[in-house]
């Protein structure tokens, strides 16, 4: 049995990741392309959809660019996070809100930073892709399938050749543990015996190619007996359950005893990025949302009293009023000026 502060704090994560992600949904939309509220059959099968989707800002505050939405999956960076202190380190991937704001973000900083305005963490150059906040530990997002891996050997062998305790944690989805860094780096993770976690999110998807047509087996855990180090799998919609795993891998690398592989099996409920419909598989995507990861802990905190109806509805309404205070936040910063390329 877990305290009632840790599981509190799980879902309030989770909330924020979530309510965060769902306003984002309301920055898309195609009026000023098409001049209707979505695009037309015609457009959908033209360049026109990816010209409107990277350069309509039409809309007031309207975020530029491809967002890949991490919406069904905050089990996993909430438990993993939870886990860590605020000096340890993680390296993100092009869904990276979740990592983001799991690991202490503010949401005011980075939805600016999402709109391209001045205030943002990046100061507006950067972008949804490329969230970075060194102060948490956040050492940035990565457009580029696999590279958050090889980068989180970085602070990790720091911390090990100087003796600290800190840890370094790299998401990234099956799809990239067909990539050669994957392997690369749990061989040079294993050799040294750094303290990293890497952590899969098996979301049976990349992009747009089913796991099943990807992968000769359905896990990725077992391929971490290669490198002759621990390869865990856990169910990625249940935050505790992550959260035992990844406290176990944390103490294991703190102690010394090198990396872990987690493989966390999830599901993203929304398409791969930006505007999208919606899932390409809707009927295993239902399936999915039955086991939704704010749902189940809801349950959990309910049924083992470590909170009342009335205390969840009060926590999810201030995550929705911080929601929306990042909303005003980000529309009244100012946009970058071109000097500021001089200085970054």
Known sequence: ?????????????MYRI?????????????????????????????????????????????IGGAVHLYIGEEAVATGVCAALRDDDYVTSTHRGHGHAIAKGMDLRLMLAELMGRADGCCRGCGGSMHIFDITHGLLGGNGIVGAGMPLALGPAFAAKYRGTD??????????ASNQGTFHE????????????????????????????IALPTPDIAPRAQGYGIPGVIVDGQDVVAVYEAAAKAVARARAGDGPTLIEAKTYRFEGHCGVSSGHQNPEECEEWR??????????RLLAEEHMTQPE????????LAEVEEAVEFAQASPWPSPEILAEI
């Open 1 to 13: 049995m877990h305290n009632s502060d840790l599981l509190r704090h799980m879902l309030h994560q």
């Open 18 to 62: 979530r309510f965060f992600e769902q306003r984002l949904k309301d920055f898309y939309d195609y009026q000023g392309y098409f001049e209707q509220s979505q695009p037309s059959t015609e457009a959908q099968n033209t360049d026109d959809l990816l010209t409107c989707t990277m350069y309509d800002f039409s809309s007031e505050g309207m």
């Open 166 to 175: 800190g840890v370094s944690v790299a998401f990234f989805g099956e799809g």
């Open 185 to 212: 780096s749990l061989n040079l993770a294993a050799l040294w015996k750094l303290p990293v976690l890497f952590v899969c999110e098996n979301n049976l998807y990349a992009a747009s190619t089913p796991a099943c």
């Open 290 to 299: 039955r086991r939704d990861p704010l749902a189940l802990h809801e349950a």
């Open 312 to 319: 969840i509805d009060a926590l999810r309404a201030s995550v």
